[in-house]
Structures are given as C-alpha cells and as structure tokens.
C-alpha cells in the first residue's frame, strides 16, 4: 500500500510518537494486539488439551454457536470455515434465545469471555431445558459455574482482557470443539492454525509500533481512514465476516462509526445508496476486503468489485486491503489482524483510549437495575 496523505488528519506523525501513543493507550490495547500471535499460540494448547478430554463426542446434525461482541465473532470465524471445510450445518446465535429446532442432536457452543453475557446465559438455560449436546469457550464467571455444575464440558481460558482483544482465545477453542464433533478439512481445521504463526509473527513486527508510518501498512490504513466514515466490503466468505469484524474495531477501539456489508448481497440493494450518498454526508470511505485467489477463484466477484468501484467513483474514496498468506488459514488471519492493528491506530488519530468502554458499561449498569 502507497503512504496516502489523508487531507483530514493532521496528527499523523503521532502514529510514530511512542511515547504519545503510550499516553493515549491507558490499558495497553496496543501491546495486546501485538501479543496475537503469543495469544494464539496458547489457545492452541489449551484448545488441545480440552479436545483430547472430550469422551468420544458424537456427530451432531447441525452446530449452534452463541455468543455476542467479541465472542461471537470468533464463532463466525468457525462457521465460515465449516462451510468450506464441513458437511453439517453451522449457524451463529446473537440473542437471547435458541433457533427452535435445537434439540438432542444439535451441538450448542456458548462462547462468553466474561461468562456473564445475559444473552449467552439466557440462550444456556434453554440448551440445557431442549437436551442439547454441549460445551462452553469462557473465563469463568457464571457460564463457568453453571457448567460446571450441570457437567457441561467448559475450555476454560485466560481471563483479564477485553474480549476483542481475546479473538484467539475464543475463536481456536470454539474451533477445536466444533472439529472434534465435525471433522474439517485440512485447511480449516485447528492444525492450520499452527502452521500460520510464522506469519502473524511477521505481521507483529511490521504493523507494531515501531515499524514506522512509511513502511506500515496498518498505520496507513488508519491514516487513510481518519476523518471519514469507513464503509467495509467484504467480497465473499471470511471476508465478509472480517467485514464486520473490522467495523466492530473500528466502533469499540476507534470509538467511530463505521458500517459493513458483504458482496454479492451489496449488489442487489445497498449499491443503490451511492445515488444519494454525497447528500448524506462528504467523507465517505470504502475499503474492498479481498483474498488474492478470488480472481482465479471467484471472477464473477472480483467483476462485481470493478464495476462496484465504477458506480461509486468519485462519491468515496476507495482502496483494496489484500489478505496475506498461501494457505486460506493465513489469509483469514492475516486479515482478520491487520484490522485490529488499523482500528487501534485509529483511536491514537481520533485521541481517544481505545480500551475504554463508557457507552458499553452504562448500558450494563442500567441492565443490571431492570427487573426481568
């Protein structure tokens, strides 16, 4: 990616400032996604350990994963990859309540970092009431000890952090669960994740902090991104799913708004928006989440993403943001880390914590005083 010098950001030189940084980053989001691939190296030995103890599980007739936030973006993760790599079906769960046709032969995952996300326990009790197979991915809290009491297998993971910043803990166990009870193939199954550590290694280095602006891709990304509304297209599959990953960093970190969508739907309603998008507001700016095989892989896609280009013209600006890697687990990752990196160099230009959650804790204090 070419350095673009973005008109509306005129404190860029503090994404080169670590001591600035430092001050900004109170909690040391930074340092965290910068430990990633450390993160993941753990969960995978724990998500081994935890699969190694599960007494023969039995094939399921289809997968529910639930979850909100953070923990459930790595269930989305999973289920992406299972389309690809599995034969049942896998869905992801953000409410309350279960789809009705669990039952005796659906495997439910609740995934809660904290273990004390109301929905996720509210969606627990009704697995356990439908007779559903089950397993828990949390810190404790009490998801952990509901589970425990009702002997509910639980992959029990490092506690301490924001959930955002746990997507390794979270997504590699729910993984290793779901290919214990559904094997997938090589490349979306647990093994490929080890062998993409080198590369999230590399990626550490040169989108940390101290590979400097000129030769940062993730710094240039923010750069490019300040100022405006970020609109992320995710052209099929994962990307899709990063598309709203990327979109939720950039709204808790960044703590802006930003908005994704994923091709071919985009096509057949949202692209229509662009007609009138300069009267809604001036600073548009869309990124095109790609994969380098979809243009041998998918034609039809990368065709859509040209003309789409075309309409939008100059309404937005525009840029591709390329997956890195060989293998598809490279790629989703590689993706998947960059954008963290860019969400939280975002946050330094807007000058705000990205750790910090105020919205987020009101809403929760005011939900803990409502009865029901």
Not at 53 to 69: C, D, E, K, Y
Not at 239 to 251: D, I, M, S
């Amino acid at each position: 990616m070419s350095l673009y010098r973005n008109p509306r950001a005129p404190m860029a030189g503090i994404l080169d400032d670590i001591e600035a940084m430092r001050i900004i980053d109170r909690s040391g989001m930074l340092r965290l996604t910068e430990e990633f691939p450390q993160q993941c190296r753990e969960a995978l030995e724990i998500a081994t350990a935890f699969t190694a103890r599960l007494s023969a599980p039995q094939r399921p007739a289809n997968v529910v994963i639930t979850g909100l936030g953070g923990s459930a973006i790595g269930g989305d993760m999973a289920a992406s990859l299972a389309a690809i790599g599995g034969d049942v079906p896998v869905i992801v769960n953000r409410d309350y309540s279960l789809p009705g046709f669990v039952g005796p032969n659906t495997l439910v995952i609740a995934s809660s970092y904290s273990g004390n996300t109301e929905e996720t326990l509210s969606a627990y009790a009704q697995a356990r009431s439908a007779g559903c197979r089950m397993a828990c991915v949390t810190s404790g809290g009490e998801l952990g000890r509901m589970a425990e009491a009702d002997g509910v297998p639980v992959c029990r993971v490092p506690g301490g952090r924001p959930p955002r910043a746990s997507t390794g803990f979270l997504f590699i166990p729910t993984l290793s669960i779901l290919h214990a009870h559904v094997p997938l193939a090589k490349s979306c199954s647990p093994g490929a994740i080890s062998l993409a550590l080198p590369l999230l290694e590399a990626c550490s280095v040169k989108w940390g902090r101290n590979a400097p602006l000129d030769e940062n891709a993730a710094k240039q990304t923010a750069l490019r991104l300040h100022g405006r509304i970020p609109i992320f297209y995710g052209t099929q599959g994962y990307r899709g799913v990063l598309a709203t990953r990327w979109k939720g960093q950039f709204n808790e970190n960044a703590k802006a708004h930003a908005f994704a969508y994923v091709l071919p739907e985009q096509n057949h309603n949202e692209i229509l928006g662009w007609d009138q998008a300069l009267t809604q507001a001036q600073n548009w700016s869309v990124a095109y989440l790609r994969d380098p095989q979809e243009t041998d892989e998918t034609p039809r896609i990368a065709k859509r993403v040209d003309v789409l280009k075309t309409v939008i013209g100059n309404r937005a600006d525009q840029m591709d943001i390329w997956a890195e890697g060989s293998t598809l687990m490279e790629r989703m990752l590689s993706l998947l880390y960059l954008g963290d990196f860019a969400s939280v160099y975002a946050a330094f230009l807007n000058g705000v914590d990205p750790t910090a959650i105020a919205g987020i804790d009101l809403l929760k204090a005011e939900l803990s005083q409502f009865p029901g």
